[in-house]
């Protein structure tokens, strides 16, 4: 038996109804997970941020339901990415929400392929023009409204970039298209604050609950371009790829350096891979 | 025979592929048009932002077989909504747009029904907590990243408001949920400025360029939600439910003045209902 690739609500289905308002309005969250024989890696991390999300967003999901549907999807598995999407359903009137009922759609992907060396060796982080905007009310949140991310990965196609880095309209440093940004200092760990935009990754939070066990300090901070001039090391990580050694952006260049190694460890080690 | 009220791409189909980039990141635009017996009012208007709305967003759209489309949809047809979202399609690898074909979904909806005191007697505002962020780079499009609005909209649910008012992060009065904001000064008429955030509806548009012709100057600028107790009269607009007078907004009182009468007797004629 071939196991389907997508299932909505529970079932093999892939197709969505044209009504579905995470199509009309991006009204939903995801989360993109990679899986491991099987198992959802940073399972408590995914199913978190899922529930923080649909709470911000008021969107009311049963997360017993989907935590035992998502059990079902994987059981025939090996390794790959689940993508959940949670939409507010279909309904309601206009933009009020009132009376939709959440619709969830599980889809299986295979890892994706990046060389060794962008682990290894470190990538080279192209300087987006697109800033990210303000939007305090919706910042953090792995919402659907990602149009951003779009404009802003489709500035380049050199694939001399892993990458892009993004400013938000404060010029403050903020994030990848895909990846949350760690500079490495004589203090530790600093990573952009996600009060006014960006996605508070899963990755991310794992690195800020964690490093500090190995005696790695962290801290959560607004962070100018200026500042990458004064540090040691740069990386970027998602909860796929775990962590990138950064090694160019602009005119400015590091290399890997042994803070960026032990993080890349520590997650290696949590990741199972 | 029954014509079907969902189209995907030319052929009644009423749902998307999940892998659909609308869902997935709300990759795409839309126009919400209301039908006269079978044609559609202020099809120049719409076809114009349609196409502007794409090129801003780099999104490849055959603008001529999608009115070939809409003629045929239309055909059977009296009077009613016409929805046509535009998305990127499927395709493309994470956020990447490359490669990717576009794809269009034509609904039909019954037209909305509201009480014909909105348009003679006037509505009243409520004042949203919410706030519109910031970003050129998506500001006026009709895209299909629309959270701020869903979550905007929540916010009220008493029928007394027909609908909200929402400024956005620097203090600017921006727009309604679902409608364009006018005020009437001793100068004509003015609206805000869209470069920030907002939607430039297309009814907005066609008062800013017709106007003038009945006597009105118009103007945009940015306002000041103080700037309210300085004007005349107040109203907001859209392409469906033409001109609506606003006849409270906090603790400001107007009446259905001269100059809101004139913009809904020239849209009324244009409307040709």
Redesign the interface.
């Known amino acids: 038996m071939i196991t389907a690739n997508?299932w909505?609500d529970g079932e093999p289905?892939?197709?969505?109804?044209?009504?579905?308002?995470?199509?009309?309005?991006?009204?939903g969250v995801?989360e993109t997970v990679k899986v491991v024989s099987g198992q959802m890696t940073l399972d408590d991390y995914h199913w978190n941020r899922l529930q923080d999300s649909c709470h911000r967003?008021?969107i009311d999901t049963d997360i017993v339901f989907l935590q035992q549907t998502v059990s079902r999807f994987l059981a025939e598995r090996a390794s790959g990415i689940l993508k959940m999407?949670v939409?507010?359903g279909s309904g309601g009137r206009?933009?009020?929400?009132?009376g939709c009922r959440s619709r969830c759609?599980l889809?299986w992907h295979d890892l994706?392929e990046y060389p060794a060396a962008y682990w290894q060796d470190g990538i080279t982080l192209y300087a987006c023009a697109?800033?990210?905007?303000?939007?305090?009310?919706?910042a953090g949140i792995k919402?659907?409204?990602?149009?951003?991310?779009?404009?802003?990965?489709?500035e380049w196609?050199d694939s001399r970039y892993a990458e892009g880095l993004l400013k938000d309209?404060n010029g403050n440093l903020i994030e990848g298209?895909?990846t949350n940004l760690f500079l490495v200092t004589s203090e530790g760990l600093s990573t952009p604050d996600l009060k006014m935009s960006g996605v508070a990754g899963v990755m991310r939070q794992w690195i800020l609950d964690n490093m500090p066990q190995y005696g790695i300090k962290t801290q959560v901070c607004d962070i100018v371009p200026d500042a990458l001039h004064q540090v040691s090391e740069v990386f970027v990580c998602n909860s796929v790829n775990g962590v990138w050694p950064v090694v160019a952006y602009a005119d400015m260049r590091w290399a890997p350096g042994p803070v960026t190694r032990r993080v890349q460890s520590a997650v290696s080690g949590m990741l199972n891979v």
């Open positions: 997508v909505v289905c892939s197709v969505v109804p044209s009504g579905d308002r995470g199509l009309a309005y991006g009204d995801f967003l008021g999407i939409t507010r206009g933009y009020s929400p009132k759609i889809s994706p697109t800033e990210l905007g303000l939007q305090p009310s919706l919402h659907l409204n990602r149009l951003e991310q779009v404009v802003a990965r489709s196609d309209l298209t895909m």
